[in-house]
């Protein structure tokens, strides 16, 4: 018997974030019939991606005006979804957004939650997921009737297998939150439209920055490589960057291709955050740092000295 997963799919500016197609690889497993979540967009003109990667249905969610960005109101619509289907999983980014809305969910649905997933067993029901700063990983089994995963943005490597996708449509509109209200919304102050959990390449800066005004460096640098500036804990402390920006176990945790350490020294909270980065790249003025020994290649030198550089050479091609 096929297990039902529902997938929910996270939009930027109507376009289907590219994070979601590791996650649908990674539910397409053995005797699985995969159902894409959207909510409040339109899906005929994202038939053809979520088909390509093995969606064979398309859940077309609509909300009210006045609660479409409410996540209690979401998490109301999945749930009546979740019956109406009958899915025994439930697939979701770990994100900002899906932070918010994973938790509601479970809870509503007394179903267990474990989150910040790289790779999940649709046999065994088997989630791993780093612990303890980021000394261990954790195979965490979970059992019930529905089962709930937040999996980490980037890993898992997307990869394609053509389906055919129904639409079918969910009225949501008489859905309305109780004791939760979306007063204002509006977008972030931020110098990128890639967030930092799901970019392929980040650029962070650390206590080698020496102030907020040279993460303008970093900045210029990203710009030119499709890149997104992070920050240690010790550049957020100091005032030099919003908090947003931080990477570390108190921070976000990304998994990029490439990050990029710039003066950065690499405490065990701060390599808790980006352990499962693809290639790690560090630059400091101290060969004893323990990013040295965290990394596959680095540059002992001031980043003050190399950034410029390397953005010279993007620049001239």
């Not at 309305?176 to 970019?199: C, M, P, Y």
């Not at 710009?223 to 908090?243: F, I, Q, T």
């Not at 945790?253 to 701060?270: E, F, L, N, T």
Request: hydrophobic residues 45%.
């Amino acid at each position: 018997m096929n297990k039902k997963i529902g997938i929910i799919i996270e939009l930027e500016k109507g376009k289907i974030k590219e994070s979601n197609f590791g996650m649908i690889t990674l539910a397409r497993a053995k005797d699985t019939e995969l159902f894409a979540i959207v909510i409040n967009a339109d899906t005929g003109a994202l038939k053809e991606d979520l088909s390509s990667f093995g969606i064979t249905k398309i859940i077309d969610v609509s909300l009210s005006c006045d609660q479409q960005n409410n996540p209690a109101a979401m998490a109301s619509a999945i749930i009546h979804i979740i019956r109406v289907y009958h899915f025994s999983i439930i697939f979701g980014l770990s994100t900002a957004k899906g932070k918010d809305l994973l938790p509601r969910i479970a809870a509503l649905v007394e179903a267990p939650l474990v989150m910040d997933c790289f790779h999940v067993d649709l046999d065994k029901n088997l989630a791993k997921t780093s612990q303890y700063s980021g000394k261990t990983i954790a195979t965490i089994k979970a059992t019930g009737d529905i089962l709930v995963f937040g999996i980490r943005p980037n890993a898992v490597e997307s990869v394609k297998e053509p389906a055919l996708a129904d639409i079918l449509v969910f009225d949501g509109s008489t859905i309305v939150s109780k004791g939760f209200r979306v007063l204002k919304t509006g977008d972030a102050d931020e110098k990128s439209d890639i967030s930092l959990a799901e970019a392929e390449v980040i650029l962070a800066g650390g206590r080698g920055m020496k102030n907020g005004e040279n993460f303008a460096i970093l900045f210029d640098c990203a710009k030119k490589m499709n890149a997104v500036v992070g920050a240690s804990r010790v550049a957020v402390d100091s005032g030099w960057v919003p908090y947003s920006m931080q990477v570390g176990q108190t921070g976000e945790k990304v998994s990029p291709k490439v990050y990029i350490a710039c003066g950065i020294s690499g405490s065990i909270q701060h390599f808790a955050g980006m352990k499962t980065s693809g290639m790690v790249i560090a630059i400091n003025t101290e060969e004893t740092a323990s990013i040295m020994s965290n990394c596959d290649y680095f540059v002992v030198a001031d980043v003050m000295d190399i950034i410029p550089e390397v953005t010279k050479l993007l620049k001239n091609g």
